[in-house]
Structures are given as structure tokens and as C-alpha cells.
């Protein structure tokens, strides 16, 4: 392959390469010379936005399409399985339509849920999206269509997107946001990753030197191609020599050309670095030729497994009562618009044509006695008649379901949300259900969080997210009882906007955004703060039961492993998410009580058990470390949670997790005359040399064991000393041996942080 691509390389011109560095939406550039194909991209990620005319300005005229639930909904299928088959779906669909590579997934964090996006982005945990993401894009590329995953990096509001400027610290970006991408372009291996709009740390994504050259090429060795997100491409340069291979669309013909030849000859890029940028492209066009073929696919089935995705992605939020499910017999009164007229998918460059759109009030009447329907309100008002038809039709039934969220407006690439409120009017409609009706079940459709400040007055709530064209029967399903709910929340529902980790940074100023909250976004902020919230992360509730017994520790090999039994004690079959959370107390200070370690989700008929091992992440027991720009083991004690949400827990156990820390010769984290005992005695093994080196320092001795101490205003006075600090005091300790004991400490291991 390298010969060919080096004999092609000699052929092109300046102009040639030049014009293959820039893709005119929605294809690369063809040239004559050798069938240097272009390739065909489209839109994502919950269906295949393939226009009609190509180069239409109308982004809506597009070709019909299976419309998939939003990621925000797929999400919460917490099913690595059911993600593979939607990616397969989808890479199908769009060979059928000759769409060689689908920009999506998504996987930027939902940092605050205000984001304009978070319909399109799957979690506010990192662990989640990047283990559910991988499955997509492995599903979509073995189907012969690549994935563009996006949008790298810390793209987490719409607010000025294409400027603002994220200052992350390094610890944090790495933790949380980059680790949402790190699975997916290590295992998933994108053909495709798009470098978002924003800047991070002073430099826009698609030229930014620690996101793109150090972490994505070097760190992950991602050989795929890099494209730049809509008109996102700054300064060129800097974009090839840090790894950028095309801008989508840049400029074009002569006058890229010309630029590229003022760089050359300014000597700001070499030829080499020409060729190297665009090498990526030329190998990924003849990969994609080499694997067009002609396939069709059922309509009909893809269809269904639409439905399918729905109905393990709906979360049951409520149930009090066992309100739901439905009884046949039951008087039903189906109320509110997106009953008839359903908000199944969000605005903006996601938006596809939907092949056969169902809604829930016709796929109901199938299953239940409709005794009528009435819209009460229309998008986000109402009036008198709408709420006094609504108000009469639900005193004559048993029960009152009422569709209510967020109008498709409200919800949109392009611009953030301001407040986390349904509008006033379905609340009013609420209001005057309730005055005729108290079996009240609302059907939420929204793609990200919303206030429930009216949640006493109903007793079921069914989250059906953005559920795709198919949503309506899977709704009616979960109603009445023909499928078992077994969607989990992948992100909180707090109780009030102002209560959420982000709220006094969210969406920043004019120029830049800092993420002060650190690490501590979603659940790990409200965990940390003991802050109540609506619903918490993981939570969704069953028509079933499941009993959990028999819970194990095992750790093999450096790996950790969790054994526990789960029985379907309940009398309806169904899904079980089980959940896995570790934590250490030791992490002080801005770090999470505990993540999310593992999950799997199992299938049990009535009475039924399984006996699953889970497997822990490995990163949920190494931290960050900015001083050697890496990953390493953390030591000490862990809990480990097995539960059905973040904060119904139903075991825990301590773990000394022996992990071995990096041996002496890799470049870890090394101890200085400033570093503090307190940050030096976090590893046992350092505290013994400690002790048996200041043996014959009884000061320095006396500030070591204060360290150790219960009490924290002693433990500071001595945990805050460094060697520095200890040799103003004890005359005994000379620079030489300041320098002996961290060269022994250096040279025996690394030394992890406390905070
Ligand atoms: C969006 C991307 C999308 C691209 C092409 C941009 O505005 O941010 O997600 O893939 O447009 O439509």
C-alpha cells in the first residue's frame, strides 16, 4: 500500500493536493488521476440525512429514512448489544443510499442539561457513552459504512459554539470528556473523527496541539482521518502539522492552492507534512472503493427494530400504585397533542425525513378502550376550549394519559435552552386533568431533562424521550403492559435548574466558558454535594421485581471482578440493568465519592436467575496525572457498589485493590523537595521509607507520624510539610540526604496523589 500511495503522491500536483485537503459538502474531492474516488458523507446519527439534491440549501428536503430514537433516548437502553444492531442498522441504510460515511456518534458529555445538543449525546458519564458509542461504530463500519465520531472535543453548549473557548483543566478533560472519545477511537476505530468548533485552552479544536497531535495521534494512535466540523478550519497550517487531514467544506480550487503554496514557500509546512495530511484521505477513499457494493435492506423490519430501540430506551420514572400498566378494560382518556402529533427527534443537522411516522393515540386504541382524545393545548399554548375539552373528557375515564414536553423549537442544534421548564401551557392542561381526574399517567417526550415541579399531582411518569418514528407503538406497548419497561436514566434529573453543577458557568461569558466544576458534572456533583435530586442517574423502574443475593469480589490479574446473582422474583418477563459503582474515600477533595464502573443488562422470564460477572473498568481505579501526562493505577481501599441506580444501593464492599504501581524505569509521576508528606504517605510502601529514613531525623520523624494522625488540624501540620518545609526545622536534615531519600523514593515507584 505505501508503494501505491507513494507512486499516486508523485503524480499530484500542488493543486491536486491541495484540493484534496478540502471537501465540498457533502464529498471529498474526485480526481482523475489513478480513480481517486470521492466519498459520500451524511448526517447522523439516529438516521441517514441524505438530501435530495445533494447540494440543496433546504437541509429538510431530504430523503425518507428509518428516524431511530435520539442518542439520548438509545442511551438509556444501557444495552451494548441492542447499540451494536442499531449501528449495523443504520451502516445499511446508508450503503443503500450510497452514503459511505455517517457523521455520528456524538459523544460529548451533557455537562449542563441547558445543552441545545443533549438529545444528540448520550450521557453525562463518560464510562457509559464511550462503552455504548464503541458498539455503535463497530455495528455501523462492519456494515460496511465508517463512523465519524464527534465532536472532539468539549463541544458541550451551542451558546456561541463556533468561538467560545473551554478552559478545562488538564485532569478534568482527561477524566471526564476525552475519556467519553478514548474507547470509541481505540477499539471502535472510527474512520472518521470530526474536531469540533470550540477552542480549548486558547486553541480552536482543529488545530489544537494537545487535543489533536498529543492525545488523539500519539496518546491513542488514531490513524483515520480528521475532518473539521462546518467551517470549522482556522489556521491551516497548524491544522496539518497537528494532524488535521480535511476541512468540511473549506475553501476550494485556486484559491486553497494558492494558499497552500504560500505556506510552502513561507516554509511554514514541508511538502512531507502536505503529503502526510492528505495520505489519510487517499487511503480511506480506497478503502471505501473497495468495499461498495449494491445492498437493500427491509423497510418494513428496520422499521420495527425502530420500535424495538424505543422500547427498551423509555424509562418508567413513576408508578405509584402500579398505576401502570393499562387494563384492557380500563376507560381511557388520551390527552394532549403529541399523543396525535408526536416530537419524536430533535432540530438541526440530526433531522431526517421519517420513513413511517406512528403515533401513540392510534397505536393505544389497539391495545385499550380510548374513550377520546383531546389535544388541550397546541405546541407550546392553549385556550379555554382546548382545556375545558380536555377537563370533561378526563372526568368520564378511569385514568387520563397525558402527552406532554418540550415543542420541537425548544430543542435544537444551534442554541442552548434557558430554563429546564415544559412550557406553562401543558402544565395548565395538567392543572384542569387534575380537577376532573387523579389517575393521572403523563408521557414525557423531551430529549434532555425537564422540571417536574407538578409531579405530585400524577402518579405514573413514562420518559419516552425523543423516540423516533416508531415511538408511538412502543409508548402504547409499555402502557399497557406488552412489553416490560427496562429503560435507565444515563443522566440525572435534577429538581430545579439552579441545582445543577454547571449552573453559575453555563454558557459562560463572551469568549470563554471555564469549567470550574471540574470533574463533578451529573451525578458525581450531586453524589459529592448530598444534594437530593428528582430522579438520579441509572433509575428506572419494572413491572417486575429482581433479587439480588450471592455478591462476590474477585480480582484477577491485576483485573477486578464483581459475581452477583439476579433472580426475576416478580411475575412479568423482562430487562434488569445492574449497575456497578466504585469510589475511594481517599480522593479527597474534587473528585467523585464514586463512578460507574460496570453494567449489563439481562433478559429474565418469572423466576428465572442469572449468575453475571461483571467486569470493572480498569479507569474507575486510576486517575490522571498532570505531571506525567497519563493514566496511573491509584492505590488503596475502594468501595464497591452494586445497585439499581446511582443511589439505590443494595451492596457494598471495601477492596484493597493491590493494584501495582508502574515500575521504576516507566516516566511517572517522581517526588520533589516540594512535595508534601501528605501526598508522599498515600502509598504504604513510601510511608516505610519514610519511616526508616527519618529514623535517624527525630524531627522530621515527629511531622510524619503527626500526618498520620486521626485528627486533621495534626494530620495538616504534618501532611503539608514538604522536604523543604522539614529542613527549616530539622537541623539534622542536610540537602544530601533530602536528595537520597527522594532519589530512593524515585527509583523504588510512583507516587500517587491524595486530592
Ligand atoms: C454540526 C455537525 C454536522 C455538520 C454537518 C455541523 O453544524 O455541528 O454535527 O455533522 O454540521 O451537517
Known amino acids: 500500500m505505501e508503494k501505491i500511495l507513494e507512486q499516486l503522491l508523485e503524480q499530484l500536483t500542488i493543486e491536486d493536493k491541495a484540493a484534496l485537503l478540502s471537501q465540498i459538502v457533502w464529498e471529498t474531492t474526485e480526481l482523475p488521476i489513478n480513480e481517486l474516488k470521492n466519498f459520500l458523507l451524511a448526517d447522523g446519527p439516529s438516521g441517514i440525512r441524505r438530501l435530495k439534491e445533494y447540494f440543496d440549501e433546504d437541509i429538510y428536503n431530504t430523503l425518507p429514512t428509518t428516524c431511530y430514537p435520539s442518542a439520548s433516548a438509545y442511551a438509556s437502553s444501557w444495552n451494548r448489544r441492542l447499540l451494536r444492531q442499531l449501528g449495523n442498522h443504520l451502516g445499511l441504510e446508508a450503503k443503500s443510499m450510497g452514503v459511505d460515511v455517517l457523521l455520528g456518534p456524538g459523544v460529548n458529555l451533557k455537562r449542563s442539561p441547558l445543552g441545545g445538543r443533549n438529545f444528540e449525546y448520550y450521557s453525562e458519564d463518560p464510562y457509559l457513552t464511550g462503552e455504548l458509542a464503541t458498539e455503535y461504530i463497530l455495528g455501523l463500519q462492519e456494515a460496511g459504512t465508517g463512523a465519524c465520531l464527534k465532536h472532539f472535543a468539549a463541544n458541550n453548549q451551542e451558546t456561541r459554539r463556533m468561538t467560545i473557548n473551554a478552559v478545562i483543566d488538564e485532569v478534568t478533560l482527561c477524566e471526564l470528556y476525552l475519556r467519553a472519545f478514548e474507547k470509541p477511537v481505540k477499539v471502535g476505530k472510527p474512520w472518521m473523527v ?177 374513550i377520546g382524545y383531546a389535544a388541550g393545548y397546541h405546541e407550546d399554548s392553549t385556550d379555554e376550549a382546548l382545556l375545558k375539552e380536555a377537563e370533561s373528557l378526563a372526568g368520564k375515564a378511569d385514568k387520563a394519559v397525558l402527552f406532554l414536553g418540550l415543542p420541537e423549537i425548544y430543542e435544537s442544534e444551534g442554541y442552548d435552552r434557558t430554563d429546564l421548564a415544559i412550557p406553562a401551557a401543558h402544565i395548565e392542561l395538567l392543572e384542569r386533568v387534575y380537577l376532573a381526574n387523579r389517575e393521572i399517567i403523563v408521557v414525557l417526550s423531551n430529549g434532555a431533562p425537564v422540571e417536574m415541579p407538578w409531579i405530585d399531582k400524577v402518579k405514573g411518569v413514562l420518559e419516552a424521550y425523543l423516540p ?161 501526562h497519563s493514566w496511573e493505577n491509584s492505590c ?111 527509583q523504588y515507584c510512583h507516587v500517587c496523589t491524595c486530592a
Open 194 to 370: 470530526m474536531a469540533a468548533y470550540n477552542q480549548v485552552n486558547g486553541e480552536y479544536c482543529a488545530e489544537n496541539e494537545f487535543l489533536l497531535s498529543d492525545i488523539l495521534r500519539k496518546g491513542w494512535e488514531y490513524k483515520g482521518v480528521v475532518v473539521t466540523d462546518c467551517f470549522a478550519a482556522h489556521d491551516l497550517s497548524k491544522g496539518i502539522l497537528r494532524g488535521l487531514n480535511l476541512q468540511m467544506p473549506g475553501e476550494t480550487g485556486q484559491r486553497l492552492a494558492e494558499r497552500i503554496h504560500e505556506l510552502l514557500q513561507a516554509g511554514e509546512i514541508t511538502e512531507n507534512d502536505l503529503d502526510n495530511a492528505i495520505s489519510k484521505t487517499i487511503l480511506l477513499s480506497e478503502k471505501i472503493q473497495a468495499e461498495k457494493k449494491q445492498v437493500d435492506f427491509d423497510r418494513e423490519r428496520h422499521h420495527r427494530f425502530a420500535e424495538q430501540v424505543a422500547e427498551e430506551s423509555i424509562v418508567l420514572l413513576k408508578n405509584d400504585n402500579s398505576v401502570l400498566p393499562l387494563c384492557q378494560e380500563e376507560c381511557i382518556a388520551v390527552i394532549g397533542e403529541m399523543a396525535a402529533a408526536p416530537r419524536f427527534q430533535g432540530g438541526g443537522s440530526s433531522h431526517v425525513n421519517p420513513w413511517k411516522l406512528e403515533n401513540a393515540l392510534e397505536a393505544m386504541k389497539g391495545y385499550g378502550h380510548i
Open 468 to 628: 423516533g418514528e416508531a415511538g408511538g407503538p412502543a409508548i402504547s406497548k409499555i402502557l399497557y403492559g406488552q412489553v416490560n419497561p427496562s429503560g435507565h436514566l444515563a443522566e440525572t434529573f435534577p429538581i430545579v435548574l439552579a441545582d445543577t453543577p454547571a449552573y453559575l458557568n453555563f454558557p459562560g461569558g463572551m469568549k470563554e466558558v471555564c469549567y470550574s466544576e471540574g470533574e463533578l458534572i451529573g451525578y458525581r456533583y450531586y453524589d459529592k454535594a448530598g444534594k437530593k435530586v428528582r430522579f438520579p442517574f441509572g433509575h428506572g423502574l419494572s413491572y417486575t421485581t429482581f433479587a439480588y443475593s450471592g455478591f462476590q469480589l474477585e480480582q484477577k490479574s491485576g483485573d477486578i471482578y464483581v459475581k452477583v446473582s439476579v433472580q426475576n422474583a416478580g411475575q412479568m418477563a423482562g430487562y434488569e440493568v445492574v449497575q456497578v459503582y466504585a469510589g475511594t474515600a481517599r480522593e479527597r477533595y474534587r473528585k467523585p465519592v464514586k463512578v460507574l464502573a460496570g453494567f449489563d443488562k439481562v433478559w429474565m422470564e418469572p423466576g428465572d436467575t442469572r449468575e453475571l460477572t461483571l467486569e470493572l473498568d480498569k479507569k474507575a481505579f486510576q486517575s490522571y496525572h498532570p505531571e506525567t
Open 636 to 746: 488503596g481501599i475502594y468501595t464497591i457498589s452494586v445497585g439499581r441506580s446511582v443511589e439505590e444501593i443494595l451492596w457494598t464492599q471495601d477492596v484493597e485493590t493491590g493494584l501495582e504501581f508502574p515500575g521504576p524505569k516507566s516516566q511517572g509521576w517522581q517526588i520533589d523537595a516540594h512535595t508534601c508528606l501528605g501526598d508522599m504517605i498515600c502509598h504504604s510502601d513510601v510511608l516505610e521509607i519514610l519511616r526508616e529514613e527519618f529514623a535517624s531525623h527525630p524531627k522530621s520523624l515527629q511531622f510524619l507520624e503527626l500526618a498520620q494522625m486521626d485528627n486533621p488540624l495534626q494530620t495538616s501540620m504534618g501532611g503539608l510539610m514538604s522536604f523543604q518545609n522539614l529542613k527549616r526545622t530539622d537541623d539534622t536534615l542536610k540537602d544530601g540526604d533530602i536528595r537520597r531519600i527522594i532519589e530512593k523514593i524515585n
